[in-house]
């Protein structure tokens, strides 16, 4: 089996960047435990930095991400092991404003892909919604009646606002 190499080419401004990040590194004393107790659910959309949005850095929340802030079986997998094992106490589910994944039905997901790039992607289920609010609910009350999560975790949901920064709790 032959490997392949790594692509230096595509990647060299990461490695240039990390070369530069290493010259002040300051995290070396952190351990893997969420210093604060708090994991994030949230989405990969890149206008979110959730420590910043709750006012935490480096070290003090576990942060687990996907598209639309869905609680699937990888995370409560991941959220199991964070409450056992990492020191979270407190879960907030958080999706956000203008999310993807709250524009469309699934079936038109589906259809964008295969039409713009002639892939059959109707195998996966993208977890679209469109109600961002009752979405939420269910999955907050998913994860707090996740029967392998460790009792006496606090769960919560709020949706982050792109355009302001604000989180709006929401009663679930």
């Known amino acids: 089996m032959q490997k392949n190499n790594f692509p230096h080419e ?10 530069e990040y290493v010259k002040t590194f300051k995290y070396s004393e ?25 006012g935490m850095r480096s ?5 687990l991400r996907n598209a639309g802030a869905r609680v699937t079986e990888d995370v409560l997998r991941t959220l199991v092991l964070a ?5 979270v106490n ?18 038109a997901i589906h259809a964008l892909i295969d039409e ?8 996966l289920e993208f977890k679209t919604t469109g109600n961002q609010e009752a979405a939420l609910a269910t ?28 989180i709006r709790p929401v009663d679930c």
């Not at 595509?10 to 070369?19: H, R």
């Not at 070290?59 to 942060?63: P, R």
Request: aromatic content about 6%; proline content about 3%.
């Open 83 to 87: 409450t056992y094992l990492l020191g």
């Open 139 to 166: 999955d907050v009350t998913r994860v707090r009646s996740y029967p392998l999560l460790r009792d006496g975790v606090t769960v919560g949901g709020a949706i982050y606002d792109v355009k302001t920064g604000t």
């Open 90 to 107: 407190r879960i907030l589910v958080m999706p956000h404003t203008d999310c993807r994944m709250a524009q469309g039905e699934e079936s």
């Open 59 to 63: 070290g003090d929340a576990k942060i």
């Open 30 to 54: 952190l351990t893997g435990s969420a210093k604060q107790g708090l994991a994030i659910v949230t989405c990969m959309d890149s206008r979110i930095n959730p420590l910043s949005v709750v």
């Open 116 to 123: 713009q790039y002639g892939i059959d992607t109707r195998s």
């Open 10 to 19: 595509e990647f060299k401004d990461l490695i240039s960047a990390n070369t």
